[in-house]
C-alpha cells in the first residue's frame, strides 16, 4: 500500500490531498473526523479486524482489472479505478491531517514556551485540589451532623442505630431553621408596617417632590400586611393601622386632586426649554425637558394632538401670555382641510393611546420619577397662586411632565387602593366646575392681554383678540377632551387585562367613561355656544346705547382708579409700577372678571375693550375654527371606539343632549347672516353704480404736496369698483369659511355672480361711451385676413410693455390697499401678502398667466414687432394728404383720464377678487388654489379683467395718435425754411407740454403701472414720425413748396429731435416706467442722421451711403438723392449709377 503513496498524491493532487490551511479550526476537524471518517476505526486497536477491509479492496480490484493486462496497468488501474481503495486514503488523510493540525498548529504556544506547559499543569493541578477540599468539607459536615446527637457515642456499634440518629438530627435543625425564618418574616412584616406611615409622609410632603406613586407602593404593602391573621392580632399594630388607614385617606385625596390637575391642564403639558443659540433652529419644533420633541402638531410616541401648536405648547398659566405674539393669532385651525383628507390623515397620526404603549409594564416608583417635573416644583410653588387657586394654595402635588403616563400612574394607584369603581362618579360630581375654571383661565388671560396692548397701542383689527380668546378656548377645551379620552381608554384596558377586578359600575368594559365623555361634551358645547351667541346676537338700539353708556362708565372708573394716586404724592412713583406690569394693575378686577359667565365676559370686557357690538356677521369669523375643532373631536372619538371596541351604534354612544356649537352657528349664518350679506351685497353695487361719478377719477390732491412726487401711486379704484369689492367682502369671505356641499353655498355663488354681471353690465356702456367714434377704438377692432395672430390687438400684446402690465396687476403688489379696507371692516383679508412670490398666487390656466409673460424683450425683437405694427398704422403716417389730421380723432384729456382710471381700476378689481377666490395651501400657507366650485364665478372675473386690458391698450393708441396728430405740423411749420435764426417749431414745444401734463394727470387717475403702459413705445414712434416729416419735406410737400429748405431748418428738426427726447424721458422718469434707454438711443440717432443727410453735399451722401447703405431703405435713399438741399442739387441718376457700382441692384 506505501508503494502507490506517491504517485496517488502527484496524480491527483486536487482530489486526494486535503485542505490543510491554517484558518481551519478544531471544530471543523472535529466535524470531518465525525463524518467522513468509519466508526470502527476507533475501537480499540486490540479488537480491530483489518482483514475484511482487504478482502473488500482485492475484490474490487479483480473485479476491474482485465486478464491482459500488465503489472503497471494494475497499478493505474488500482490507483484510479479502486473505490475501496480510494475511500480508506481519504479517511487517512483525514486523520493525518487533523493529527499534524493538533500538532502542529494548535499545540504551537506549548511547543514553543516552557512556561505554558508550566502553567496549563498548574491550573490542572489547582482544580484537582479545589475539588479535593470540596470532598473534604462534605465529608466534615456529615461527620459534625452525626457527633451532635450525645446518644451516638453508646450506639456507635451499631450502624442502623447510627443512621437514624442522624436523620432525627438533620429534621430537627431544618425546623429550627423553619422557625427561624417565619420569625424573620414577622418581623419583617411588622417592621415594614410600622415604617408605613412616616416613609408614606416623607414621600409627599415637601420640600421633596410629591412622589404618590412611590407612596401608594408603601401603603398598599403595609395595608395589606397589617390585615394578615398572623399580623392583625399583635397588640402593638393597633394604633398603626389605624394611621395606615388616615394615610389612605389622604393618598385618595391626592389622587383625586391630581387627576383633575392632569386631565384639565394644570400638569402634564411639558414645559418648552429656551433655544440654543448655537444650534440652528428647526422650523415649528420645540424642544421639551423631558427630551422629547413636540412639533407643531404635537406629535409624540405615534400620537398627534391637533389642539396644540408651537405658540400654545404649555396649556399651564406661568403668569404669561403664551401667546402674545403677533404671529400667535394665526390660529392652527386657519388651513382649508376635507373632511376626507383628516380622515386619510388620521391612519397615519392617531389621537389614541397606542397599543404597544399600554402594553408595556408600568413600574410605578421608577416611571413616576421620570415622569416628575422636577425643575418646576421651586417655581411652582413660589409662584403666586391667589387668582388661580384660591382653594388649595397650600397643597403639594406631583407635576407630571407626560400627561398619558400620568394618567396610567394615577389609573395604576386607584387600582391598588381598590378605588377603581368611583372614577367615573369622582368625575360627574366636578364636572361642571372644572370646565368653568377653563374657561376662567382663558378669561383671565385674555383681559390681561387687553389690559396690557391698551397701555402700547390700539389694533386695526377689533376682532382678533375674540379670535385668539376663541383660539385659547378651543385650545383648551380640545386638550381636555384628549385627556379625558386617553384616561377612558386608559381604564378599558386596565379592567379589561386585569380578571380578578369585579367592578360592578363597569358592566360593559368597552364603555367607561363614556358617560363622562357625553356630560364634558355638552358642557364644552355649552359654554361654547354661550361666548358665541354673546358674540353674534344683535341688540336693539335701546340696548345698544345702554351697553355704550356701560361701557364709558367702566372706562371712566377704571382711569379714575387709576388717578387716585395722583395729586399730592404724584412724584411719578407710583405711575412707574403700573407701567412695569399691565397684568398687575388690578388684581382684584382681573379675578372679579375671570369668574364671571361667557356671556358677561363677552359684554363687560370684550366688547366695551374692543368698542365693537354684537353683530351677525362675526359668525363668518369663527365658524372655520370651529367646525374643525368639532371634526377632530368626532374624529377622537371614534379612534377612542375602534381602539377599546366600544359599539359606536350603542345608545350610549348617541346621548348627547345638547346641541352643537357649529349648528348654532350653521343655523345664525343661514337665517339671519346669510339675508343680510345679500342685500349689501345688490344693494351695495346697484347703488354706486347709479351715482353720476361711478366710473369717475377719485383724485388725490395731495400728490404735488409730497417731498418727492414721482413715488409709485398706488391709486384707489373708481367708486363703483370700490363698492363692489367692499360690498361682496363678506359673501366672499363666506365661500371660505361654509361647507360646499350645502344649498347655501351654491346660493352664495350665484348672489356673487349676479353681482358682478350687473357690474359688468354698467361697464360695458362706460367702455363704449368712452371708445366711441376714437382711432385708437377703430384700431383695436381690426382683424387681419391672415388670421387672428396678424390683429393689431394681437400684436399689441408682443410687446414687453404689455407683459409689464400682466405682471404689476397679477403680482400683488397692487394689494396692499385691500388690507387697509378689511381693517374698516373688521374681515379678514383674503388677499395674498406682499411677500408672497408670483408664482404662488398660479395662473388657473389664463393665457396671460405669469408663465406666459416675455419680460425679456429686446431691441431685436422690438423692432420686428414695431414693424408689424406699422402695417397697420399707414394712415397715421401719412401727413401730406389734406385734412388726414382731422379724419384721426383722439380723447381730451378729461376722457384720457377716465379711460386710464377705468382700465387701472377694472384691472385691480379683477386681481382683488381673483386673490378671494384662493385658498391657503396646507403646507406651506400660501395662496396657491382656487376654489373649483366657483367656474361662472372666475369667468365674470375675466371678463373685468378683459375689459381693463382693453382700455389700457386704448389709452396706449390713443397716446400714439396724440403725439402724430402734433408732430403733423412740422412739415408745414416756417421754422423749416427760415434764414434768419433757428427756431424750435411751436407744435413740438406743445408736444412736450402735453406729455409732460398727460404723465401727471395720469399717474393721479390711472395709477404708474397704466400711465406706464399708456407711454411705452413713444421712443420708437416720436423718431418715426420725425423722419416721416423728412420724407414729405424731401417729396417737396409741405412749406417747401412756398420756400426752400434752408439750413436752420435742418438744424430746427435736429434740435425738435432733441428737445422731444428729452421731456418724453422726464414725462417717464417716475418708478416703474417702461422706458427702454437702449431702445429709446437707437431709435433717436437714427434719425438724427437720417435728418443730417439733408444738409450734406452731394458727395458725403455717396460716401455716407457706402458705408451705411443697410440703415435706411432704398426708397429712402433714392429720395435723398432727389432732393435739392441747401448745399447741393438732387441727382437721381448718381444713386443709380452708385448702386451698379456696388453691385446692389
Known sequence: RANYQDDNYDTHPQVERGESDDGVGLPSFEQRLTDEVDEDFFDDPRQFHTLHRVIDVLGAQIDDVPSNSSQGRSRDSLRSNNPAYRALKKQQRVVEESIEHMAVQHCADLNSSVVQVGKVARQFSDAVNMVRHLRRQVRDIKDTLGSSNPMAGSASENGTTSAQTAAMS?????????????????????????????????????????????????????????????????????????????????????????????????????????????????????????????????????????????????????????????????????????????????????????????????????????????????GEMNRDSSIWDEDKHDRHLPRYVDHVLALRILVECLAQLGRLDDVQRTLNESLHQEIRKVAQKEQAKTFGRLEKHNKSRRRA???????????????????????????????????????????????????????????????????????????????????????????????????????????????????????????????????????????????????????????????????????????????????????TGEDMTSPSFKTQEEEGAITFLDDVIKKQLIPVLQHDAIDGTTLALEREDA??????????????????????????????????????????????????????????????????????????????????????????????????????????????????????????????????????????????????????????????????????????????????????????????????????????????????????????????????????????????????????????????????????????MQTAIRLQKICKSSTIVAKDAVRIPSCVNDLGEYLTGASDNLREAGGNAVTAYTFSSLEQYIPLLLMQTVRVIAKGEGIVTKSPLTLNGVEALDRSGSVLYRDLKGATSFDNSYWDDELAAISFERSASFMAMMEVEIEELEAYFRENHQEFSDSDFALMFNMDGPRRKGDIGRYHLLKRKMRLN
Open 461 to 643: 383689527d377689533a376682532l382678533s383678540n375674540f379670535r385668539r380668546h376663541l383660539t385659547g378656548l378651543l385650545s383648551s377645551f380640545g386638550c381636555v377632551m384628549i385627556r379625558l379620552s386617553h384616561l377612558a381608554q386608559i381604564l378599558r384596558h386596565r379592567i379589561s387585562t386585569d380578571q380578578s377586578l369585579n367592578l360592578p359600575s363597569y358592566q360593559d368594559k368597552s364603555t367607561a367613561m363614556r358617560p363622562v365623555l357625553v356630560a364634558a361634551h355638552d358642557l364644552i358645547q355649552k359654554e361654547i355656544k354661550e361666548f358665541l351667541q354673546a358674540c353674534l346676537i344683535e341688540e336693539d338700539d335701546e340696548e345698544q346705547e345702554e351697553q355704550n353708556r356701560r361701557g364709558k362708565k367702566g372706562r371712566s372708573k377704571i382711569s379714575n382708579e387709576l388717578n387716585d394716586t395722583r395729586g399730592l404724592f404724584s412724584l411719578g412713583i407710583t405711575e412707574g409700577l403700573h407701567k412695569r406690569d399691565p397684568l398687575s394693575l388690578q388684581p382684584e378686577s382681573r379675578a372679579k372678571q375671570m369668574q364671571q359667565s361667557a356671556a358677561k365676559f363677552v359684554t363687560n370686557v370684550l366688547m366695551v375693550k374692543t368698542n365693537t357690538a354684537p353683530q351677525y356677521r362675526h359668525a363668518l369669523e369663527f365658524r372655520r375654527s370651529v367646525a374643525v375643532w368639532t371634526v377632530e373631536n368626532d374624529l377622537l372619538q371614534k379612534q377612542l371606539c375602534v381602539a
Open 695 to 960: 366710473f369717475d377719477p377719485v383724485i388725490d390732491r395731495t400728490l404735488y404736496g409730497r417731498p418727492n412726487s414721482n413715488e409709485p401711486q398706488d391709486v384707489d379704484m373708481c367708486i363703483a369698483c370700490q363698492a363692489l369689492y367692499h360690498s361682496t367682502g363678506a359673501l366672499f369671505l363666506a365661500l371660505h369659511r361654509l361647507p360646499k356641499d350645502e344649498k347655501m353655498y351654491l346660493h352664495l355663488v350665484g348672489v356673487l355672480e349676479h353681482a358682478i354681471l350687473t357690474f359688468i353690465s354698467r361697464v360695458k356702456p362706460r367702455v363704449n361711451q368712452l371708445c366711441s367714434n376714437k382711432m385708437a377704438l377703430r384700431l383695436l377692432l381690426e382683424t387681419s385676413k391672415e388670421g387672428k395672430e396678424k390683429a393689431f390687438t394681437s400684436i399689441v400684446e408682443r410687446r414687453k410693455a404689455y407683459a409689464q402690465l400682466l405682471n404689476a396687476y397679477a403680482d400683488g403688489d397692487l394689494l396692499e390697499s385691500a388690507e387697509a379696507g378689511d381693517a374698516e371692516t373688521g374681515m379678514i383679508s383674503l388677499a395674498p401678502s406682499t411677500s408672497d412670490a408670483k408664482a404662488r398666487n398660479g395662473n388657473n390656466g389664463d393665457k396671460n398667466s405669469d408663465n406666459n409673460l416675455d419680460l425679456v424683450g429686446g431691441v431685436e425683437k422690438e423692432e420686428q414687432i414695431f414693424a408689424m405694427e406699422m402695417e397697420h398704422l399707414k394712415i397715421v403716417l401719412e401727413f401730406s394728404k389734406s385734412g388726414q389730421s382731422q379724419s384721426i380723432v383722439c380723447c381730451s384729456d378729461e376722457e384720457l383720464m377716465k379711460a386710464s382710471c377705468l382700465g387701472h381700476s377694472l384691472l385691480k378689481l379683477s386681481s382683488l377678487l381673483d386673490s378671494r377666490l384662493k385658498v391657503r395651501a396646507n403646507s406651506t400657507g400660501t395662496f396657491e388654489k382656487t376654489l373649483t366650485s366657483t367656474r361662472a364665478l372666475r369667468e365674470a372675473i375675466k371678463t373685468i379683467k378683459a375689459h381693463g386690458f382693453k382700455m389700457a391698450k386704448f389709452c396706449r393708441i390713443d397716446m400714439l
Open 170 to 378: 438533620l429534621r430537627e435543625l431544618w425546623l429550627k431553621k423553619l422557625e427561624c425564618e417565619a420569625v424573620l418574616t414577622l418581623l419583617e412584616k411588622m417592621e415594614i408596617v410600622r415604617a408605613a406611615p412616616a416613609q408614606f409622609d416623607r414621600l409627599i410632603q415637601p420640600p421633596s417632590p410629591c412622589r404618590i406613586g412611590a407612596a401608594v407602593v408603601t401603603l398598599s404593602k403595609a395595608f395589606s400586611i397589617a390585615f394578615q391573621s398572623n399580623v392583625a392580632h399583635v397588640q402593638a399594630l393597633q394604633n398603626i393601622s389605624s394611621q395606615i388607614t388616615d394615610r389612605q385617606h389622604r393618598a385618595d385625596q391626592i389622587i383625586w386632586e391630581s387627576l383633575l390637575d392632569v386631565i384639565y391642564l394644570r400638569t402634564g403639558n411639558g414645559v418648552p426649554l429656551p433655544p440654543d443659540p448655537k444650534k440652528k433652529k428647526k422650523p415649528d419644533t420645540v424642544v421639551v425637558k423631558s427630551g422629547a420633541s413636540v412639533t407643531s402638531e404635537s406629535h409624540n410616541n405615534g400620537m398627534k394632538n391637533p389642539f396644540i401648536t408651537k405658540h400654545r405648547l404649555t396649556l399651564a398659566h406661568t403668569g404669561k401670555d403664551d401667546d402674545d405674539d403677533d404671529d400667535s393669532m394665526v390660529s392652527w385651525f386657519s388651513q382649508e382641510k376635507d373632511d376626507a383628507e383628516k380622515t386619510g390623515q388620521s391612519l397615519f397620526a392617531k389621537m389614541v393611546i397606542p397599543t404597544s404603549m399600554l402594553d408595556a409594564e408600568l413600574d410605578l416608583v421608577a416611571d413616576e420619577q421620570r415622569c416628575l417635573e422636577e425643575s418646576l416644583i421651586v
